[in-house]
């Protein structure tokens, strides 16, 4: 598949998939974090970075398979993370005030942890 192809793709499914949810482009953008020009870039077809792509499907409430698998694009291989949340992430394992915030976090709903996160970018930037 030819990379403007695959773009395309992707674009229109994550499309689909937030018109699906009755969201706006300025709704996903906002939930992803991210602005409302790169949701509309991403669905014209630029190809966004897997990072990216995790934000939007965490934000419309999907996996990546949605995303990828049903519009056709390819299969991916392997146990997958589902959402964001899932993803691993290297933390300093010495500093126990990390460990504390990360278990905080992780035994929260969806909606709060948008909230804490939203909270953190406002006092302390992003």
């Not at 976090?105 to 992003?126: E, N, P, Q, V, W």
């Amino acid at each position: 598949m030819k990379y403007d192809s695959f773009a395309k793709r992707l674009g229109s499914r994550v499309a689909v998939v937030r018109s699906d949810k009755d969201m706006t482009q300025a709704q996903l953008a906002r939930e992803a974090g991210v602005s409302l020009k790169y949701v509309s870039m991403i669905e014209s077809g630029t190809n966004p970075s897997i990072k990216t792509i995790m934000k939007i499907c965490d934000a419309l409430g999907t996996d990546l398979t949605d995303i990828m698998e049903k519009e056709g694009i390819g299969s991916l291989p392997g146990k997958k993370p589902a959402r964001m949340r899932d993803v691993q992430v290297d933390l300093p394992s010495s500093d126990p005030t990390m460990k504390k915030l990360v278990r905080l976090i992780k035994g929260l709903d969806t909606d709060s942890r948008r909230r804490a996160l939203r909270l953190i970018r406002t006092s302390f930037g992003d």
